[in-house]
């Protein structure tokens, strides 16, 4: 599942490449694709695309026309993927949207999602605002040391499940952390509300540091993920623990990586990652 890295490349991608170009046709081949907003579709026709961001594991593409600004939202899910070209998907039957553009670097852009687990939005902008507020909790990659600490010494659950809860704080998933805990020393199954504050510091820093190195790689490829110009990243090659288990532990310890079921697989090694 694309997280917060991937996301981030896949947005710097569409800046680089439809930035400033005009939406001539926006064509939806499922319908059940398009969560809200289908009496939007035709406004897009001849809008200008002005600025294209992401907010957790979303992208978010400003469209400007006739002095007013609306959205297209898209959650990329577990498999969703915006292309280039409809020759980089691996089943082009599973392109969902398809978008041709003037006046851009890329005159096409597509919507892939074989397992329809993520969705497109259209809004107007009380309605992204009210989105925003109702779905994320503070970025990741921008959270302050000071939010963090107080959001994690406030939860009376597990700090791997805090982790990946999107309404609590955004961009998170299941690869980043396993290796962010594992990288802060840090239990998955810790409490938050009894980390020391130590920890805490050393869990920001590590999120912080380990977020950014995803991006710099390109984000992790393990199954489906690429950029939209088809290229794969590179960070599945600095993953310690992610599908690591009974491997020995990368922080020498001798200890195998070990390996978990809950609602989604944790990989730590016992020595290392403590529950305080």
């Not at 800046?15 to 035709?42: A, E, F, K, M, Y």
């Not at 400007?64 to 990329?76: A, D, I, V």
């Not at 497109?120 to 909790?137: C, D, N, S, V």
């Not at 020391?196 to 992790?220: A, F």
Request: glycine share 8%; with cysteine; charged share 20%.
């Amino acid at each position: 599942m694309p997280e917060l890295p991937e996301v981030e490349v896949v947005v710097q991608h569409l800046n680089t490449h439809i930035l400033g170009g005009t939406i001539q046709t926006l064509t939806i081949h499922r319908s059940d694709i398009v969560r809200t907003g289908h009496d939007l579709i035709p406004w897009f026709h001849k809008a200008k695309v002005t600025h294209v961001r992401r907010i957790g594991k979303c992208v978010i593409m400003s469209c400007q026309r006739s002095q007013k600004t609306r959205y297209l939202l898209s959650e990329l899910g577990m498999t969703g993927l915006w292309f280039f070209k409809t020759n980089l998907s691996t089943s082009p039957q599973h392109i969902h949207c398809q978008i041709t553009l003037s006046g851009a670097k890329a005159r096409e852009l597509h919507y892939w999602n074989p397992r329809r687990f993520g969705r497109l939005w259209l809004f107007e902008t009380a309605g992204l605002e009210a989105f925003i507020q109702r779905r994320f909790g503070p970025d990741a990659l921008t959270i302050s040391l000071e939010e963090f600490c107080d959001l994690v010494q406030s939860t009376r659950g597990q700090l791997k499940s805090f982790l990946l809860n999107q309404h609590r704080m955004a961009g998170i998933g299941n690869i980043y952390a396993n290796e962010i805990l594992f990288r802060a020393n840090v239990h998955p199954d810790a409490q938050g509300h009894k980390l020391r504050r130590t920890s805490c510091l050393r869990l920001h820093q590590t999120m912080q540091k380990v977020l950014r190195e995803g991006i710099e790689s390109g984000g992790s490829s393990i199954r489906d993920f690429r950029a939209p110009d088809g290229s794969q990243g590179h960070f599945q090659k600095a993953h310690q623990v992610y599908q690591k288990d009974g491997m020995p532990c990368p922080h020498g310890c001798s200890t195998l990586i070990t390996r978990f079921q809950k609602e989604r697989s944790s990989f730590f090694c016992p020595s290392c990652q403590k529950k305080r």
